[in-house]
């Protein structure tokens, strides 16, 4: 019973306090060992009432690939000072109902963290409108660190920032100084 409740406050801690989390749907419940086609996502997100809330599937929003209402989900929970994998824990998918009361909590949250918002106020509009709010709620089953390098390749993504190196860039970089004469 104590592992439980450690095991609980180390999620609302650490979830609370990341900035981003790490979240793959569609795989079992228990399922931690995710395979090739179960990729994790980076989304960002509240923590509020004891579960993490996401806006996502609309324009211009992050997207929710894999969430299905009443499905499982892996949430994946790093350090927010050296970026390492603090704890993996089971919840569960529940959508919001536009306009609901308990929507209307979780938009009032997330509104507050949502940066660069193009439609400033008319955003819960929006995401009413146009998008998906999910609450992902904890199962109370956490897994074991991993022993092993997880490490995967990038998702395919037509974004990009690798180009070639302009031609009078290393001429720019390495030239000698010269030096004054005084």
């Known amino acids: 019973m104590t592992e439980q409740l450690l095991d609980r406050a180390l999620v609302e801690e650490a979830t ?11 795989g079992a419940p228990t399922a931690h060992a995710q395979g090739p086609g179960v990729p994790s996502r980076a989304l960002w997100h509240v923590w509020h009432e004891g579960a993490v809330c996401l806006v996502g599937d609309g324009p211009g929003e992050q997207p ?11 949430v994946t929970v790093r350090s927010k000072d050296k970026g390492g994998r603090l704890v993996t824990w089971d919840a569960t998918v529940v959508e919001l109902a536009p306009r609901s009361p308990e929507w209307d909590a979780a938009v009032a949250e997330l509104k507050g963290k949502r940066l660069n918002a193009p439609d400033g106020e008319a955003m ?12 992902l709620e904890p199962t109370g089953t956490t897994a074991p ?27 720019l970089l390495f030239k000698r100084r010269k030096k004054k004469q005084g």
Request: net charge positive; proline share 16%; with cysteine.
């Open 16 to 26: 609370k306090k990341s900035g981003l989390i790490w979240v793959s749907g569609g």
């Open 64 to 74: 929710l690939p894999g969430l299905l209402d009443g499905g499982p989900a892996v």
């Open 124 to 135: 819960p509009e929006r995401w009413a409108r146009e998008c998906r709010v999910l609450r």
């Open 145 to 171: 660190l991993p022993d092993g390098d997880l490490a995967r390749a990038p998702l395919p993504t037509p974004a990009t920032t690798r180009q070639p190196v302009p031609a009078g860039l290393p001429r």
